[in-house]
């Protein structure tokens, strides 16, 4: 796996989301915002070189905003994955990447069609001199073909790499100068045409360093964060000091229902810092048919569905501000004097808070109802609702004022009163009322949201166009400690070096395939020589294995069946693949394990150090007794369910894609570093001592809860 994003990384567009979604993510530390001209830019999950999709370009293109990151004033890197769909006409170009200020002060670099030949090509002019020009050998290259170009400047040495071969280049020490335009993929400018037809992936910008200097093999990969550790704590996001520039998914977030998941699944998850348990009652259940983010919402016949949670101090509103908003689709509104139930707390009629849509003779109106101790009620009507659409809705706390709001727009005037909401011993239920599920909502919601503590909106806004996430949440001024062994290429090998019993090893499923290389000792029933291959066939509860010995002078001549010792230094490594279910090795002291598999899995325990990786299953992953150091590089197809380290602990991902995924509790130090592409649900650390997370990808639907 290639190291694709370090500092020098300004620019890395993994093109990956949802099929036609016009939103283009920045995996490098930055983060920056790109934006995309209209559906003519978009991702396409069609066509890919890695990942699950690819940027498709016709006619459009992706910008950044200006940034001295684009001034190349000494070495740098642009590289890219590109497929064309269509190839310049003789006399004109397509662009890669450009900045352009006007026709006579720009960069670009391009593939050029000059008398039917095609050539790529890099120019620098400024006010209509070229400061700096040069053209490729003619390169062969057809539509339908994913091909790797690349442009390195090192020094006063400029060259350009078509599929990892230096096809040309020049000598030019001439200084750039900082051009103020934006950064443009896949065009020459907002409007100056040359527009690229095609799909670009891991499109790439390096400033400060030349990644190849000759010709090279290149990558097999998507670029990712690199296996080291950062060690410092996180410092752009920091709750407890009263940092809430996050307005999205911070400690006040009591609940956030996504509303994720196969379709007709009645789990529903909470993606809050809490992840509390949510039920159903009734028909309630996820429908991929209606959403307004991501690919599902949950559905509500209307007749006794409901969604709760256990009760919690967490819906005890109190004095104190909160905020409560949601998604709403309505299948059928209610009837005249009727109402659709969409959050709250009820005992009975004389307990409860509700916050509801009502019908009053063909005007609706939403209803915030409080019974108790002290009752009040808020009514504002709408204009209009109908079916078939999808609302924002939200009701706003802050000290004595309350506002309620629809599609951002706040509904009449606020609502005075320093009146107190009871603490209810009762579950919270969205869809219908606590306990004759009566008020039932017959819809659709999506992203629900309740926060304690916090106002979000005092007045209009602008509502969400995208699903509640974390924001900008990486790691700044960072620190590098040499924690993680550089990956040796997943699978990695498995090395089991201290009193490891056979027996604790493996159970065994038909069906399953073990292939392994032994570096040294092995435990056979034979003697074991160097360089020679062994196959041991079985059938049923056992499994078939073909141990090659590529290194070593010693002959071992155990069982297989007893125990090693640590005198007997019996170091191994596996490349392993399985299809079906097995349980795999108690480490008592190191351990390292790399797998790739198709069924279910239940990984070691570890009492000492630990490395793994592993793809494309369902997997129990390590539990550390003591300290613990873990590296993840590839996909997961399903649900992986990842360590718990009682004691120090590190951790790296490389990336997540298509799954659930819970992730580490640190119970003593804990460092985590990852770049994921995230398209299921991800429960993030919780960090019970000191703890340090870099997050490279963005995550759209995702919490990250770390504990200080």
Known sequence: MPVGVDTYTKLLMHCEGTDAATTFRDGSSTHRTLTSRGTSA????????????????????????????WHFDGNFTIDLWVRH???????????????????????????????????????????????????????????????????????????????????????????LVNLASALYVGSWGASGGYYLYGWVDEVRISKGIARWTEGFTPPTDAYWIEADTITDALTTHDESSGDFTDTEVDSYVKLLLHGEGADASTT????????????????????????????????????????????????????????????????????????????????????RWN?????????????????????????????????????????????????????????????????????????????????????????????????????????????????????????????????????????????????VSISDIFGFVAGEEYYGEIDEDIVLEDIVTPNVTYSYNFIDATTLFSGTVVDGNASYGKLLTEDLTTADAVEGQYNITMWG?????????????????????NFPVFKGIAYAGARSSIQEIPKFGLSGTMQIQYPFGQAAKHPKFNGVAAMTVGKVANGDADFPLFSGTGTMIGNPQVTGDVNFPVFGGNGGMSVGGRFANYVLRYVR
């Open 581 to 601: 279910s097995a349980q795999f090795p108690l480490f008592e002291t190191a351990a390292y394990t790399g797998l790739g598999f198709a069924g279910e899995a």
């Open 85 to 175: 769909s269509s190839l310049p006409s003789s006399g004109s170009h397509q662009m890669y990447v450009s900045q352009f200020v006007s026709t006579i002060t720009h960069w670009n670099f391009r593939i050029s069609n000059i008398g039917g030949s095609y050539y790529l090509k890099y120019e620098f002019v400024n006010s209509g001199s070229a400061v700096i020009s040069f053209i490729s050998s003619a390169i062969t290259i057809t539509t339908g073909v994913w091909h790797h170009v690349a442009l390195v400047r090192n020094g006063s040495i400029w060259n350009i790499y078509y599929d990892g071969v230096d096809v040309g280049g020049c000598t030019d020490a001439d200084s």
């Open 268 to 351: 529903i998850k909470d993606s809050s810092p809490t992840h509390r348990t949510v039920s159903v009652y009734g028909n309630a259940q996820i429908d991929t048919a209606q959403k307004k983010f991501g690919s599902a919402s949950i559905l509500f016949d209307g007749v006794s569905d409901a969604v709760y949670c256990a009760d919690s101090d967490d819906w005890y509103l109190g004095t104190g501000d909160f905020t409560i908003d949601w998604w709403v689709r309505f299948s059928s509104l209610p009837t005249s004097g009727n109402y659709a139930h969409i959050i709250g707390q009820r005992v009975n009629d004389s307990n």
């Open 42 to 69: 978009q991702i396409d999950t069609a066509q890919f070189k890695f990942g699950a999709a690819s940027g498709l370009f016709n006619a459009g293109y992706v910008y950044a905003a200006d940034s001295d990151d």
């Open 355 to 499: 916050l509801l849509i009502n019908n009053n003779s063909g005007t609706y109106r939403m209803i915030f109802s409080v019974r108790g101790s002290q009752s009040f009620e808020i009514t504002r009507s709408f204009s209009s609702l109908s079916t078939g659409t999808w609302y924002h809705m939200a009701l706003t706390r802050a000290g004595s004022s309350f506002k309620m709001f629809l599609d951002g727009n706040q509904l009449s005037t606020e609502y005075i009163t320093g009146n107190t909401i009871d603490n209810f011993a009762v579950v919270l239920t969205l869809g219908s009322r606590y306990s004759d599920y009566a008020w039932s909502l017959n819809g659709w919601l999506d992203e629900v949201r309740l926060i304690k503590g916090k106002a979000v909106w005092t007045s209009s806004f602008t509502p969400p166009t995208t699903p509640y996430a974390l924001l900008e949440h990486k790691i700044e001024d960072t620190t590098i400690a040499e924690v993680f062994t550089p990956d040796p290429g997943l699978p990695t090998d498995a090395d089991m070096t201290e009193d």
